[in-house]
């Protein structure tokens, strides 16, 4: 059974940062990419980061490109999002998800998903 397990949320000031954590289990991680989703209340869930199941790859909503930061860590089963300089449109539900297909991710979709972290960005 896939369970993803995230941490690392809370309530940030604006301008600060935050790391988020994913452990995985039950799936042979390095076969699998990873994303992070966030979703928002009357919002679209919205991919905002990515990468390949070697870790090769990574890919960024452009609401996010520069600030957050994706890896991996095979040993660990464990995948990360570091966010720098976050913001008041950055508060959401954050979810890791896996998927053994990368485009998956840039369609809107993933095969696991997390129980979700919340982030909240005051001003």
Same mark, same amino acid.
């Given at each position: 059974q896939v369970r993803?397990? +995230?941490s690392g949320g809370g309530l940030v000031q604006a301008g600060g940062s935050l790391r988020l954590s994913c452990v995985a289990s039950g799936l042979t991680f390095r076969s699998?990419?990873?994303a992070w989703f966030r979703q928002t209340p @009357?919002? +679209?869930r919205e991919c905002v980061s990515r990468i390949s199941g070697s @870790? @090769?790859?990574s890919g960024y909503s452009d609401s996010v490109k520069g600030r957050f930061t994706i890896s991996r860590d095979h040993a660990r089963h464990t995948v990360s999002l570091q966010i720098h300089v976050l913001r008041p449109k950055d508060t959401a539900d954050y979810y890791c998800t896996a998927d053994r297909t990368y485009q998956?991710?840039?369609a809107g979709h993933a095969g696991y998903w997390g129980q979700g972290t919340q982030v909240t960005v005051s001003s």
């Open positions: 993803l397990v +995230e699998y990419a990873m @009357g919002k +679209e @870790g @090769g790859i998956h991710f840039l």
